[in-house]
Nanobody
């Protein structure tokens, strides 16, 4: 069993900052890519940022220069530092990770967290 648990969401005023965390726990042999997605009211889920095992990152155009994704491989944790937040960033933010649980099968599965609400007031 593998679980991803997000934290750090909340209510913030426009221009403010939040830092999201996501910890992977359970039967983990290795973690490949980790990422953040979000779903805004009335919209489909969209990719926000991703990071490889070696630290290569990518961002949605809408968050470039404002959000920073990072990870601590020793803690099985991925972070999303969100600065200069706007009301358009209001969404449920989900953590995603590609995880191998067995050193023998090496099967990689995609896991999702339960989501954390971020609300930015104007």
């Amino acid at each position: 069993q593998v679980q991803l648990v997000e934290s750090g969401g909340g209510l913030v005023q426009a221009g403010g900052s939040l830092r999201l965390s996501c910890v992977a726990s359970g039967t983990i042999f290795s973690i490949d890519g980790m990422a953040w997605y979000r779903r805004s009211p009335g919209k489909q889920r969209e990719s926000v940022a991703g990071i490889t095992t070696s630290g290569i990152t990518n961002y949605a155009d809408s968050v470039k220069g404002r959000f920073t994704i990072s990870r601590d491989n020793t803690k099985n944790t991925v972070y999303l530092q969100m600065d200069s937040l706007t009301p358009e960033d209001t969404a449920i933010y989900y953590c995603n990770a590609a995880i191998v649980s067995s050193s023998t099968s090496k099967i990689k599965l995609n896991y999702w967290g339960q989501g954390t609400q971020v609300t930015v007031s104007s």
